[in-house]
């Protein structure tokens, strides 16, 4: 491949460099536009609804990846070759010939196309009630966005606590007992977390952060209650309710919650409850990709980690187009790059997949990308180069 300009141009064939070559990609050419050309065809391609777009060569373009082990990898026609092995980084991000890494509680970078680097830090929130008067408050991380390094956009988690506080109560409210509208009542929520776990950033129009967040707490029954918590007759039943949140340029929301009750006695017959705030949802992924999901209350009990987690969709591509169709997880990023037409390269968490005619290929696991963008020049990242910046 090399660069030439364009002298003229008429129909699908241009002129560069005295001959007259094929055009092909969905990029105008006029005359005066700098091209790439393989002595044959013009290649050139443009972004289009936000997605990151191909390459277009010759042959099918080259992927980076970063292995845990620090390997510099290249996937190229369905096989990855390893080469020179470097320093081990939780996260690497690409976009054309750049390169940059992170490392820590780092949940997502982004390199955009001007060279600043965008680091979305993981981080977790708490609030403790022992109901003795004293309430402690602890966080733990940097939630929130940075650009090279300096932090720009923090994220407010206790903000966003008071979704599952709120419900942790509701859920309080409806546990009965033998002494349900006889005795005196009280319910107290003794911890409540907030933890960032998952999310990408992009820019401030451009984000999603999904928040894992849980609540513990009680509910007693009593009568003839006295200051040293005790009764004459009481109950008391334990639990801990956990919610999905996510958090968009358009506002925040509950995805959905679980209660399970601590007690499993003849008095609580209902261990397990579930509740679904958004039985529909629009989940958005980097580059423009998305996922249409859904979610409802099982028809039978499921343990929490079977539940919580998983939700079945339908993967699009910025087009607009089905790409797959599959149950995901919002606990594990998803990450898509176009490789060429009707086939991606995902990620989701650090296992890599190949999706083609709506069906997944397993590739490889272990593969620390925080984007899948592919790359014109290979030859100083397969040597293993450190440093962040352009090759």
């Known amino acids: 491949m090399r660069r030439a300009r364009v002298t003229a141009v008429s129909g699908l064939r241009a002129q560069a460099n005295g001959k007259w070559l094929n055009i092909i990609g969905n990029k105008d050419v006029v005359v005066g536009d700098f091209v790439w050309t393989d002595g044959r065809c013009i290649y050139g391609n443009v972004y289009e609804g936000g997605e990151a ?22 996937y190229h026609k369905g096989k990855i070759t390893e080469h020179e092995k470097g320093q081990r980084h939780s996260l690497m991000a690409s976009q054309g010939s750049n390169f940059s890494f992170a490392d820590g509680n780092v949940l997502d970078v982004y390199l955009d196309e001007q060279g600043d680097k965008y680091a979305l830090l993981w981080g977790e929130y708490s609030f403790t009630d022992h109901g003795e008067g004293d309430t402690y408050e602890n966080l733990d991380g940097q939630p929130g ?20 506080y709120d419900y ?25 977390y907030c933890t960032l776990e998952n999310g ?33 007759i009481g109950y008391l039943v334990e639990f801990t309710s956990y919610m999905w949140v996510m958090v968009t340029p358009e506002g925040s929301q509950p995805l959905w919650a679980m209660t399970v009750r601590g007690l ?38 499921v343990l929490r980690d079977e539940w919580m987690n998983p939700f079945p969709g339908k993967l699009y591509s910025p087009k607009k187009k089905l790409i797959y169709e599959s149950d995901f997880s919002v606990g594990r990023p998803i990450r898509l790059g176009q490789i060429k037409k009707k086939s991606w390269l995902m990620t989701m968490g650090d296992y890599l997949y190949l999706l083609k005619g709506g069906k997944k290929e397993f590739l490889s696991y272990n593969v620390h990308n925080s984007r899948l963008h592919t790359m014109k020049n290979r030859a100083k990242w397969v040597k293993g180069e450190e440093l962040d910046g352009t090759y």
């Open 200 to 232: 990408w950033y992009e820019s401030k129009d451009a984000y999603c952060y999904l928040l894992n967040c849980y609540a513990h707490g009680c509910h007693m029954d009593g009568i003839n209650w006295r200051e040293d918590g005790e009764a004459d």
């Open 53 to 74: 777009a191909p390459i277009i060569s010759a042959s099918e373009p080259y992927v980076p990846l970063l292995m845990g082990n620090g390997t510099r990898a290249l």
């Open 264 to 301: 499993d006695v003849d008095f609580v017959p209902e261990r397990y409850r579930y509740r679904v705030y958004a039985g529909e949802f629009t989940l958005p992924l980097p580059d423009g990709y998305y996922i249409e999901g859904t979610k409802v209350v099982p028809k039978t009990k």
């Open 145 to 164: 966005i940075t650009k090279n390094g300096l932090m720009e956009q923090p994220v407010n988690l206790s903000e966003y606590s008071s979704y599952c």
């Open 168 to 192: 942790a109560y509701e859920e309080a409210a409806v546990i009965e007992t033998p002494l349900s509208g006889v005795g005196e009542t009280m319910d107290e929520i003794y911890w409540n």
